[in-house]
């Protein structure tokens, strides 16, 4: 069986900080691996995703994610966040059936 | 492309009652699935679609609930006689069948159910 794990449930970070949102997974077969954005109220949005190749993947509103397979770890990052970043984070893990099993979340908040 | 929509995108009704939601996916996305999601947690799967048959029911889906696409387009959520516990936001997604870049799942607003 597969299962996300995001250790972090809130992140709390300076505005223009770097920041790092944890996920690690388990899964017996190969995965695609995805980071998704939900703001209030709102459904989700996809930040970036790894299906294969490359191990460091680029998103949208300069996030990154690094896959590592020995760790089975897919870490978010960003080098300089702001403000507008503030929102919760999932991660999600895909395979076989095309169903994803999220995370619990982070709920990443930038502080002025 | 319009985005997956969904109808209404908020819902308030009474225990016992009857609700149905609308998920209206990108045109040519055949694979429809539905997800809720409860208060601090993230989506969890129900159900999915490829194009009009119904292919993976999961275990959350009780028999209060059921899901359709007649014609492989939009789909239903229907959930009979509520229960305060099904209070939560519905999510549709959909996506091409397929490999690689259209894997990719493409979320709705989400429609959230209030049980009174």
């Known amino acids: 069986a597969q299962s996300v794990t995001q250790l972090d449930s809130q992140v709390p970070v300076f505005e223009e900080a770097p920041v790092e949102l944890r996920c690690n997974y388990s899964?017996?077969?190969?995965?695609?691996l995805f980071w998704y954005v939900q703001y209030p109220n709102q459904g989700l949005q996809l930040l970036l995703k790894?299906?294969?190749?490359?191990?460091l993947v680029k998103g949208i509103n300069g996030f990154e994610a690094e896959f590592n397979k020995s760790q089975t770890s897919f870490h978010l990052r960003k080098p300089s966040v702001h403000i507008s970043d503030t929102a919760e984070y999932f991660c999600?893990?895909?395979?076989?059936?095309?169903?994803?099993?999220f995370g619990t979340g982070t709920r990443l908040k930038v502080l002025a | 492309d319009t985005g997956v929509s969904q109808n209404p995108r908020h819902k308030i009704t009474k225990r016992g009652q009857n609700v149905t939601f609308r998920c209206d996916p990108i045109?040519?996305?055949?694979?429809l699935y539905w997800y809720r999601q409860t208060l601090g947690q993230g989506p969890e799967f129900l159900t999915y679609?490829?194009?009009?048959?119904?292919?993976?029911k999961s275990r959350l889906l009780s028999d209060r609930f059921s899901a359709e696409r007649p014609k492989g387009s939009f789909s239903t959520l229907e959930i009979q006689r509520t229960e305060q516990g099904d209070s939560a936001m519905y999510l549709c997604?959909?996506?091409?069948f397929g490999t690689g870049p259209s894997y990719e799942q493409y979320f709705g607003p989400g429609t959230r159910l209030t049980v009174t």
């Open positions: 997604a959909s996506s091409r």
């Open positions: 899964s017996s077969v190969s995965v695609y």
């Open positions: 790894y299906l294969s190749g490359s191990t």
């Open positions: 999600a893990v895909g395979s076989g059936t095309y169903k994803y099993i």
């Open positions: 045109s040519e996305h055949n694979r």
């Open positions: 679609f490829q194009n009009e048959a119904q292919l993976e």
